[in-house]
């Protein structure tokens, strides 16, 4: 069973990558950039279990390791 | 109109980023995980486009800076 844990900065923590990432679109002439966030994806392969099972796995890992949930927010979908 | 880009390594190109999230899984009693692959996901805000404009300028984008195209594969996904 394929999860993907989405995890992104929470609204209102600085995101320097995404910072940088606008200006850098901006110099090579994209205009109308408004904003830019940057956050992972973490695809887990998960072995013998159900979907169900496998989402609130996929959110504990979330919980326990992939995200640091002081700033970040995480989301789970389970893909096949 | 938000797009979301996600970038991955492609198939086959070693993950050690991915690699370590799985021993660090195990080590926290997490079992029954047989592959874990990270990537990127960065979220473009972009002012005065329709939305298939926009699933255009977020491919461009990810065509020439978001994603390195000899390692990574990327999607685009019109989110708002």
Same mark, same amino acid.
């Given at each position: 069973m394929k999860v993907r844990v989405t995890v992104m900065l929470k609204d209102g923590v600085l995101d320097p990558q995404g910072k940088a990432i606008g200006h850098a679109l901006q110099t090579l002439g994209f205009d109308g950039v408004q904003d830019v966030r940057v956050g992972k994806v973490i695809e887990l392969d998960l072995h013998g279990v159900k979907a169900e099972e496998a989402h609130e796995k996929a959110g504990e890992m979330a919980r326990n @390791? @992939?995200?640091?949930l002081v700033i970040e927010d995480y989301s789970v979908e389970v893909v096949a």
């Open positions: @390791l @992939l995200a640091n």
